[in-house]
């Protein structure tokens, strides 16, 4: 099991960008499917992207394609969401999520793909 800590979160005007990362500590991410989710008030948790263990494969949901960036540094046991032209809807707890993974290629997009999860960080955009 790996420990995951999310940070870069913060408050940002409409249009504005931030880069979320999350940090990984007892275990190595590389033998980890990764992906990051995001909870709004009142909503249920979605996924927003998530990527392979070597980071070829990605996913990204309809709403952020061609907004945000996935990528992975398995050196530095981090994962990074870039979150470009940010929009208020975009508010949300945002959270890192690792599943160990046999297969290389594979991402996972359901919640319950995922057995490891950080504690979140808060996203608020406004207008």
């Known amino acids: 099991q790996v420990q995951l800590v999310e940070s870069g979160g913060g408050l940002v005007q409409a249009g504005g960008s931030l880069r979320l990362s999350c940090a990984a500590s007892?275990?190595?991410?590389?033998?980890?499917?990764m992906g990051w989710f995001r909870q709004a008030p009142g909503k249920e948790r979605e996924v927003v992207a998530a990527i392979s263990r070597r980071g070829a494969d990605t996913y990204y949901a309809d709403s952020v394609k061609g907004q945000f960036t996935i990528s992975r540094d398995n050196a530095k046991n981090t994962v990074d969401l870039q979150t470009n032209s940010l929009k208020p809807e975009d508010t949300a707890v945002y959270y890192c999520?690792?599943?160990?993974?046999?297969?290389?290629?594979?991402?996972?997009?359901?919640?319950?793909?995922?057995?490891?999860w950080g504690q979140g960080t808060q996203v608020t955009v406004s207008s």
């Open positions: 007892g275990g190595s991410i590389s033998s980890y499917a």
């Open positions: 999520a690792a599943r160990f993974s046999n297969v290389i290629n594979r991402y996972y997009i359901q919640l319950n793909n995922y057995d490891n």
